[in-house]
């Protein structure tokens, strides 16, 4: 009773959950994760409140996990491995400023994707999105978590299109990164026309780096700018059918090397066809679709967007022509508008929850050439399990200008039947284990993924052991996860 007390000076008594069946929700995800309850789920308002939590949690060592995302959730991150005070940052929802000039946006972390994009279009801009976010999703979140987004050519760095940040560290200090840093507040920096673009600094450290991609385990985001895009004047999707997806291979690096197209990816039958498709028309969709489709769109700016579509149509058929491809604005199952259109939405209910309730995921970077040679080892285990390899959706995103590329694979089962369960569960471990000593980079490892993959790099964990140990002395930023 004494920490509720302690803890209501620093939220107020409204935003302290303690009863059980709050308790139960935040204990568990969709995950293969074990679920266990919170102390308490508390929900701060400001930046102020959240440093005080992170203080009190120090001097009363009691581990805190951030979440900023509101259910259902899937990856174990956010379950409270070693009990403790969820802290949710959902009320801290404000989106600060648009910059239409500079393309940015400023935002807390309770914004989500689908309370941000309107107010961007109304600018003229838009957010580069991942593959058809939940509603629920924080998109600072999502960043953070480098979740691949669907216009490769935005990105010139993993971190994109995420900048500068305000950082709670897990020893309560408080500090922005990169040009929010200084000289002078934000504020200050505004009025003489600077826009909190630059992320690495200050002085010569990229401290965004620390906590993305962390998982919570060194400190807790309250502030963050983001790079946005112009939003399209015209856009002319294009699908590309094949049956091997060696087939698509050539014509999507020569199509990444000169930047063309916005939206670009790869989705086999079953995805796709979860994807345009209601719960009960996801089977019979698939029948319609090839086995592999690549999505790309030619987009038109303000200035002259006939002339830049038509240039890069022309190229791309060229092109397409010689990689022995067919591009088409429709193929038999589906239609490029139709495509874009659910490309271009958040997801509710979310997409992957359609076919049969539940999925586990299973995914890392690669190279797209080297795609292929995985994906046949992800089917040999499957089959080897005991999983048909048709309930595998797959999903191939090339990350940064096409220089890597993020291999999905998703495993669909009914968390109702616990055969089925067990059976995806096993081929979850075991096709992990397989993907990694293949190659298979896992640079997000959730759940025993972190055991799979420190085990391999002891001289990387002590470094990462002497970084936790400055940001967060104390261990009480979510423990548990990664190498902690």
């Avoid at 962390?214 to 112009?230: D, H, N």
């Amino acid at each position: 009773m004494k920490q509720k007390e302690q803890l209501t000076k620093i939220v107020g008594s409204k935003w302290i959950l303690d009863d059980p069946e709050t308790l139960e929700a935040y204990s568990r995800d969709n995950s293969y994760v074990s679920p266990r309850k919170p102390q308490y789920v508390v929900k701060p308002k400001d930046t102020e409140e959240v440093q005080a939590i992170v203080k009190w949690a120090n001097k009363t060592s009691t581990p805190l996990i951030p979440v900023s995302s509101s259910p259902p959730r899937f990856r174990g991150d956010t379950v409270p491995r070693m009990g403790g005070i969820v802290v949710d940052l959902s009320r801290m929802n404000k989106i600060e400023g648009i910059d239409r000039k500079n393309k940015m946006a400023y935002l807390q972390p309770g914004v989500t994707f689908t309370q941000l994009q309107p107010e961007l279009a109304k600018e003229g801009l838009r957010l580069p999105l991942p593959l058809l976010p939940r509603t629920s999703k924080s998109v600072i979140g999502s960043f953070l978590e480098r979740e691949p987004i669907i216009t490769p050519r935005y990105q010139w760095d993993v971190s994109d299109p995420l900048r500068c940040l305000e950082v709670v560290f897990g020893n309560g200090e408080s500090m922005r990164t990169g040009e929010a840093s200084g000289p002078g507040t934000i504020e200050d920096q505004r009025r003489i026309g600077g826009a909190q673009i630059w992320p690495e600094g200050p002085h010569q450290v990229d401290y965004h780096r620390v906590v993305q991609g962390a998982q919570g385990t060194m400190g807790i985001v309250t502030w963050a700018s983001v790079k946005c895009e112009t939003l399209p004047k015209l856009q002319k999707p294009y699908l590309v059918q094949a049956q091997k997806l060696d087939d698509l291979i050539d014509f999507t690096y020569r199509i990444l090397k000169l930047g063309y197209g916005d939206e670009l990816l790869i989705l086999n039958n079953l995805d796709l066809a979860a994807i345009l498709s209601d719960t009960d028309g996801i089977e019979d969709k698939r029948k319609t679709l090839p086995p592999w489709t690549l999505i790309f769109c030619i987009a038109g700016f303000e200035r002259l967007p006939e002339e830049r579509i038509a240039y890069q149509e022309n190229h791309m058929k060229d092109i397409a022509q010689e990689s022995g491809v067919e591009p088409r604005e429709g193929i038999p199952g589906a239609e490029g508008n139709e495509v874009l259109q659910a490309l271009s939405q958040t997801s509710e209910p979310y997409w992957k929850l359609k076919l049969n309730g539940g999925f586990q995921d299973i995914f890392f970077l690669t190279t797209l050439n080297r795609a292929p040679s995985l994906i046949d080892t992800m089917s040999e285990i499957s089959n080897e399990v005991g999983y048909p390899p048709a309930k595998i959706g797959i999903y191939l995103q090339p990350v940064v200008q096409g220089t890597a590329c993020h291999l999905e694979f998703t495993l669909f089962y009914n968390p109702d039947d616990a055969k089925e369960s067990e059976q995806a569960n096993n081929l979850y471990v075991t096709a992990s284990k397989a993907l990694l000593a293949k190659g298979g980079f896992f640079s997000r490892p959730y759940g025993f993924w972190s055991e799979m993959v420190y085990s391999q790099n002891t001289e990387y964990v002590a470094a990462l052991r002497k970084v936790k140990k400055i940001f967060d002395p104390n261990n009480v930023m979510n423990p548990g996860r990664l190498c902690f």
